[in-house]
């Protein structure tokens, strides 16, 4: 019988800009805490972050957080600001000088920080083991959360086990991945009777055993909300990606009963963004999956509902109501709809892509793989900001990264401070010209063929590890003729409906659409669906806001 696998000590978690102080923190810390709990040490506030959100996604602890106050970049009190949304139990702590001394109490308002120690510390065994002792014996008597954790026992290169890791991870569940034939999967599967033929296999933190789950049954058992709970509400927005969760925040707060129904997974493309350096109000930049979180649990503090796994096959009006319908023929009511579905990466349509589709070959920013990068060459498709930003994530850890471009360079489609970037780092390298014409491997991808579109020549190169950023595909295919569309399926809407003066045919009031409002009154669009949108997470937010001004405007005429 094999011995279960020994759990992950808790992370004690140090962040220091200067190297000497980095390692003598560590040095001190491990010579007392080093046989119960991992120190774990970075050089900036953003290694910090990403260390943090792996060791989330692995299910680990981290007991203490300690971070020097004067970096550059990101300071101490910025990054224990933004840590406390990954770890908003571990202990903070602020080291500074004693010319900070005013900064260190002001945090304490700020980010509930729970101690600030002067440097230097000397003797560590009267002016800093004392502290930290004291920290840890409050995190461990507290009720921390040894975070309950869903567990996931899958094949690595197993499409399906993907798609269960990627959902619950986009979702903000806490969950642990198990490789079938690690020890404790086996222990597992064995305790549930099942055999390793039939992964994936979850096992919730309730004790339920679900063999290879659809999204719903995943969803229904991890304390996902998958049903409204009213049969009418004010607003329905169907779709949670910035426009989405811009609009039930701004909805929500303002009075209006608010439910978002979303088919996979709050944030959209945006929140699969593994950095976003340029949105309002982050000089140190945010994670996609951060604005996310933070946004959904604005929505809900102020009254939204939001459910997932529930696809939109058809909007219809029903008298003053309109009357949402999903793919089980359920429906909800309600006086209006946002339209905030957002768009999809394209696919790669060259021999063998499909074949490797969740098994080496991703589209979007697959966070849950990034750990399985390290160490390995990486192949990024796309030209855009979401491609750049992915390739300087894959970086810091893989060995090397290659963006291809079908264009002749980014500076067409990339902000310029993310071209910087990548210029300034030594294992990206950029390929224009050049695009992905086959696809091969045993079981999972192994090869890819690169053609160069000047001179026609081919070339196979050796990768397990390709994510595509191209085009953008807009999810409306669902949509009947009561709502136009442009010819590539954008949402049309406002001035965009009015031709040689005249409303669209069918349009059954005397006033003309409002700004963002549909061929069919009462039902608005935000975002990247609209036709002619700014493809901008900012430009998503604030049209998703002011779809909900229009929203008021709409019911106070009806």
């Keep these: 019988m094999t011995a279960p696998e020994p759990q992950r000590r808790p992370a004690i978690l140090t962040v220091d800009d200067d190297p000497n102080v980095s390692r003598a923190v560590a040095r001190d810390l491990r010579r007392q805490y080093a046989e119960e709990y991992r120190i774990v040490r970075a050089e900036s506030g953003a290694l910090a972050l990403d260390a943090l959100r792996e060791m989330k996604l692995r299910g680990d602890d981290v007991a203490v957080m300690l971070a020097d106050h004067r970096m550059p970049e990101m300071n101490g009190l910025e990054f224990l600001e933004q840590a406390m949304d990954v770890y908003p139990a571990a202990k903070r702590v602020l080291l500074t000088a004693y010319a900070d001394t005013n900064a260190a109490i002001e945090a304490i308002n700020v980010v509930d920080l729970d101690y600030y120690l002067l440097k230097p ?58 490789f079938s034939d690690e020890g404790e999967a086996e222990r597992l599967l064995a305790a549930a009777g099942i055999d390793d033929q039939v992964l994936p296999v979850v096992i919730t933190t309730a004790g339920t055993v679900l063999v290879n789950p659809t999204d719903a049954e995943l969803a229904g058992n991890v304390g996902l909300s998958i049903a409204p709970t009213e049969d009418f509400y004010d607003v329905v927005v169907i779709g ?4 989405g969760l811009g609009a039930a925040v701004y909805a929500a707060s303002e009075g209006l009963k608010t439910v978002v129904v979303e088919s996979r997974a709050t944030g959209g493309q945006a929140g699969q963004s593994s950095r976003i350096e340029n949105y309002l109000g982050f000089p140190d930049g945010v994670s996609g999956s951060q604005l996310t979180e933070r946004a959904r649990r604005q929505a809900v503090k102020f009254g939204a509902e939001l ?40 696919q790669l349509t060259a021999p063998g892509v499909s074949d490797f589709t969740g098994q080496g070959i991703y589209y979007g920013s697959a966070l849950t793989e990034a750990a399985n990068c390290a160490g390995e060459d990486v192949y990024v498709v796309g030209g855009a900001n979401s491609a750049g930003q992915a390739a300087v994530h894959f970086a810091r850890t893989s060995r090397s990264v290659t963006i291809l471009v079908r264009g002749n360079g980014l500076e067409a489609s990339m902000s310029s401070y993310l071209i910087d970037q990548l210029r300034g780092i030594e294992n990206i390298v950029v390929r224009t010209c050049t695009e992905v014409v086959g696809a091969s491997g045993d079981g999972h991808l ?35 003729s009561s709502v136009r569309r442009d010819d590539h399926g954008f949402v049309l809407a406002g001035p965009d409906l009015i031709v040689e003066g005249r409303r669209p045919e069918g349009w059954p009031l005397d006033r003309d659409p409002y700004h963002l409002e549909t061929s069919l009154p009462g039902v608005f ?33 009806s």
């Design 121 to 178: 510390w000397d003797p560590p065994e009267e002016k800093f083991y004392p502290v930290i002792d004291t920290l840890l014996k409050e995190w461990t008597t507290s009720d921390h959360a040894p975070v309950a954790q869903t567990k996931v026992i899958g094949h690595r290169w197993s499409q399906r086990s993907y798609k269960v890791r990627d959902f619950l991870a986009r979702n903000q569940v806490a969950y642990r991945w198990y």
């Design 240 to 243: 949670s990606g910035p426009a």
């Design 307 to 346: 459910i997932t796994t529930r696809e939109v096959v058809g909007i219809q009006a029903n008298g003053a109501a309109r009357t949402v319908r999903f793919a089980d023929d359920a429906t909800v009511n309600a006086h209006s709809v946002v339209l905030a579905t957002g768009v999809s990466y394209r």
């Design 446 to 480: 192994e090869q890819l063929t690169l053609r160069n579109a000047n001179s026609g020549e081919t070339e196979t190169v050796n990768t397990q590890w390709l994510f595509v950023f191209i085009g953008a595909a807009p999810r409306t295919d669902w949509l009947d």
């Design 525 to 557: 669009v935000a975002g990247d669906v609209r036709s002619d949108s700014v493809k901008r997470v900012a430009s998503a937010v604030g049209e998703g806001a002011m779809a909900v001004t229009l929203v008021h405007r709409y019911l106070s005429k």
